[in-house]
């Protein structure tokens, strides 16, 4: 598990050689973090390089700490191509649901890779979905399944609510994107492990009943 593969070096490779020249050059930053007026103004770009970009040290840590730990549970399943196809789907799953949520906040931006690394988390529980995984404050480790559908329900609260300068909706659509695009790839979890593909739905459904009910 702790043999990192040439794919997630590259990954984490690329994600802090371009936070640190975002943390050194501010009109780099701004040119490509994701932000809505930018993308509406035709820079689509912005959607998969803001995704490369954090806000500081702390914040790109976690989310390479947190990819080191589970991209090895997706590429000893799918192999190399198939986890990057996984990684950049989430990426653009969680700016675009952004888009979606914020389209008519023109001010409004994000960085960070979170979105395409809870891609991978989400994929990893598909595929794995009795992991252990302990978080603070909790003495003892959870089933995978349960922190991850927890995980998505925090994110539906965040997203009410504007909960924290955290970019809850990226996260949710990356989640989406790890887990439609897992499916695709494995369609027979459909009957290996239906009860934990219809759980882990269970948070994707209730976003879209509460958007189309003007909840969100």
Do not use: C
Request: net charge positive; charged share 10%; proline share 4%.
């Amino acid at each position: 598990m702790f043999n990192l593969h040439a794919a997630t070096i590259a990954i984490i490779a690329a994600n802090v050689l371009v936070s640190l020249r975002g943390f050194s050059d501010s009109t780099f930053f701004e040119r490509y973090k994701f932000s809505i007026g930018g993308v509406r103004a035709g820079q689509r770009e912005r959607t998969v390089t803001s995704g490369f970009l954090h806000v500081d040290i702390s914040h790109l840590f976690f989310n390479m700490f947190t990819l080191y730990f589970f991209a090895n549970v997706v590429i000893n399943w799918f192999g190399a191509p198939k986890f990057i196809i996984i990684y950049f789907i989430s990426l653009i799953g969680g700016s675009l649901l952004a888009l979606f949520f914020h389209k008519n906040e023109p001010y409004y931006s994000a960085v960070g890779a979170s979105g395409a690394v809870t891609g991978i988390l989400y994929a990893a529980i598909l595929l794995n979905p009795n992991m252990q995984l302990g978080i603070m404050f909790i003495p003892i480790p959870l089933p995978a399944y349960v922190l991850g559908i927890a995980y998505l329900l925090y994110s539906i609260y965040g997203m009410k609510s504007r909960l924290g300068n955290i970019g809850h909706t990226a996260h949710f659509g990356g989640a989406i994107g790890g887990y439609v695009t897992t499916l695709l790839f494995k369609p027979d979890l459909f009957v290996t492990d239906t009860l934990i593909v219809i759980l882990l739905a269970i948070p994707i459904v209730l976003l879209l009943i509460l958007e189309k009910m003007g909840k969100i």
